[in-house]
């Protein structure tokens, strides 16, 4: 499989001679820029600079507190990278979606209002940049506990030891899959007081590929599904009380997939229409959504809908 290598840093890494690095083989390098609602990473701008005047791609990470607001972490983010993010730059977005080991940026947070947070941080990120990647980077705890939204680009950390501590060792190993999930990226070491004191990854697409995925051309993540808001709402209003044919839509299936990923709905019942207990349980997303009287009766709208495909994968058309 063709890869690329790569590393990351933030202000623990000193000043790097990133021509130098670029000559032995980095191919792309990200910096931390920001964290929380206010913080900004002191080294952010050095590090920044000289990967772009290096010509190795570029992306910036944020590092998330699901317990703030994602609309003020997506603006503290996008104010620490607007400077260098520009149209036709190749920068790629981050979201550093980890917990600290006490758990103080995940407390007071179910899996369900984490992964809302990720959707609402990466959209606000994609629309501040339009045409730029947008990826999250999380642990295997993180995947398997459902806060990651399906179909966004993943940099995995997993780091094997000795036996997986250089690039040509990485390239040669099986490339991780947690929860099945294939990652763009795989960050093998992390040890910052080590000898390269820096984070290495490798990246499971070619120089070239890598380069024009982050300019917006190839994508390694498949399509999203789309789906059709007023199939659904026909789907959701069928009675099946009164006669007449079921109006049955594949796209249900998809719609109560993300209802029991919001821990809404127990089960998916696939019958192509809306039951008793799927209307309830997207009443209940949209009063989760702050919609209140007939705006939460259960029966789609574009905006909840296009809501809930962002956290989930799908996109919605009509």
Known sequence: M????????????????????KKSGVVFAFAKASEGQHSRDSAFDKHIGGIIKAGLVPGGYHFAWPNQSAAAEAANYIG????????????????????????????????????????????????????????????????????????????YPAYPGARVDTYAEAEAAAQPKPSGRAPLIWQFTSDPA????????????????????????????????????????????????KAGTPVSYAGVKTVE??????????????????????VAAYAALQRRYNYTGKAADGIPGKASLTRL??????????
């Open 2 to 21: 063709a890869t690329s290598r790569g590393m990351d840093v933030s202000a623990y890494q000193g000043t790097q001679d990133w021509a130098a690095l």
């Open 80 to 155: 620490a990278v607007k400077p260098y993010a520009k149209k036709g730059s190749g920068f790629t977005h981050w979201l550093d979606l980890e917990r600290y080991s006490d758990g103080r940026n995940y407390s007071g947070r179910s899996a369900a209002q984490i992964k809302a947070y990720a959707a609402a941080w990466i959209a606000a990120v994609e629309t501040a940049f339009p045409g730029q990647r947008v990826g999250v980077y999380t642990s295997a705890s993180d995947l398997s506990a459902g806060h990651v939204p399906a179909g966004v680009p993943l940099w």
């Open 194 to 241: 080590g000898a390269a004191r820096v984070d290495q990854s490798i990246a499971y697409l070619s120089e070239t590929a890598l380069r024009a995925w982050a300019g917006g051309g190839q994508t390694t993540t498949p399509a999203k599904p789309s789906i059709s808001l007023s199939k659904v709402i026909a789907a959701a209003r069928y009675d099946p009380a």
């Open 257 to 278: 997939d993300a209802l029991v990923a919001e821990g809404l709905l127990a089960k998916k019942y696939a019958d192509g229409h809306f039951g008793s207990l799927t």
């Open 309 to 318: 495909g962002k956290a989930h994968g799908f996109t919605v058309k009509d």
